[in-house]
């Protein structure tokens, strides 16, 4: 099949999104198919042969995070011309309500077109708003797929639509036989963070106000934290008297990230909320490292109920120190967790999931393929810029 894969957010800046579109593209290439991305990016040399450059993105606040989105007459052109260039078998859109490309996609195109939603956001007030605009839009979309029960929630609330459930992939083959990364070997009282250290709901916060009590089980306990942010204004967080147990990698590669992991003991994702999926989790789980998360609906899944990793109640200082002491101190129960995880992982595999996706593009594509439509509200892009 030949497919346009539409991605709302900057390719070259760090996001769940960006490395769901990125990894789907190269399993369907390496299935045989013909595909396309196209995107936002700072800089067009970081795009990968098979992806074409929609402009230049601005930060704005979404969802409890910052999100780069890209509108206007520019980008409209870009994508415009990339419908035109390519007879397209599927238009596969993700996050189509956001004010970007797959938008704008959605707007100029017409023919067989699948809308991925990863956003879990029950109250969003954008949403609520702009349900009457978006219509016609999301009207056009032929099949929905939710990467969680929680998106599939918001659009049904917020859409009045369905979804079918099809999760987040990872791809288990760069994520094992990882090796720690030089001076950080596994010494039986390592927790590793891997996330945006300067985003509240990631809960770094929550972990560093466990380190006291954590110290307290643990006395030999370390802390290993990657990922971009002030790190300066984290160790100011931090206890002078255990500033010395906390090294802060700051942002490593996608190359680094499975040795990240492997450089620990423990995995801890304290997540405070508005997460939809768990695919942080999914990684470390395919390096082989046991999981202490919190226990919120998407991570719950994840971690079937406890039964692939250790669940604390949600920023739960004392609760989260307990967990994580007690696991560091029973290496069986690690192995225990680790080959648990690694068993529940399988059914996230990028192939097995983009099998599953494929299945989806067959049902809504038909003789006909994606093409531009023949008018469209030239005033309604014009003033979303």
Avoid at 125 to 134: Q, R, Y
Avoid at 240 to 260: C, E, F, H, I
Avoid at 279 to 296: K, N, R, T, Y
Avoid at 346 to 364: R, S, T
Wanted: proline residues 7%.
């Amino acid at each position: 099949m030949k497919i346009g894969i539409a991605c709302p957010y900057t390719w070259d800046v760090p996001g769940g999104v960006q490395v769901h579109v990125r990894d789907l593209a190269e399993t369907l290439i390496d299935m045989g198919h013909d595909v396309s991305v196209i995107t936002p990016v700072n800089d067009e040399n970081t795009l990968p042969p098979y992806a074409v450059d929609a402009g230049h993105a601005v930060p704005v606040p979404y969802n409890g995070s910052v999100a780069r989105l890209l509108m206007g007459p520019v980008s409209a052109a870009r994508v415009r011309r990339w419908l035109r260039d390519n007879d397209f078998d599927v238009l596969h859109v993700h996050e189509p309500t956001a004010p970007s490309v797959s938008l704008l996609a959605c707007m100029l195109a017409d023919g067989p077109m699948v809308a991925t939603f990863h956003t879990a956001n029950p109250r969003s007030k954008i949403l609520t708003v702009a349900h009457g605009a978006l219509q016609p839009s999301m009207e056009k979309v032929r099949a929905r797929i939710a990467v969680s029960e929680a998106a599939r929630r918001t659009i049904v609330e917020h859409l009045g639509a369905d979804a079918v459930l099809i999760p987040n992939g990872v791809s288990i083959r760069a994520f094992q036989d990882a090796t720690p990364l030089p001076a950080h070997t596994p010494n039986g009282a390592t927790v590793v963070f891997l996330g945006r250290i300067d985003e509240p709901r990631k809960g770094l916060d929550v972990l560093v106000a466990a380190l006291p009590a954590l110290m307290d089980r643990c006395g030999d306990a370390r802390l290993l934290v990657a990922g971009p942010g002030d790190s300066e204004a984290v160790l100011d967080r931090v206890d002078p008297g255990l500033r010395d147990r906390v090294t802060l990698l700051g942002l490593v590669s996608d190359a680094d990230k499975p040795r990240v992991f492997s450089s620990g003991d423990v995995y801890c994702a304290p997540n405070t909320g508005q997460e939809s999926f768990g695919i942080i989790l999914l990684e470390a789980m395919a390096v082989g490292a046991p999981v202490v998360a919190s226990d919120i609906d998407a991570f719950r899944r994840v971690l079937d109920d406890g039964h692939a990793g250790r669940l604390f109640p949600v920023g739960d200082t004392e609760g989260l120190a307990r967990a994580l002491a007690d696991l560091l101190a029973d290496p069986g129960e690690r192995h225990l967790l680790a080959e648990r995880g690694r068993a529940a992982v399988a059914a996230y595999d990028w192939p097995v999931i983009a099998e599953q996706i494929v299945g989806v593009y067959e049902m809504v594509a038909g003789d006909t393929p994606v093409s531009v439509a023949a008018s469209t509200d030239q005033e309604t892009i014009r003033h979303s810029a």
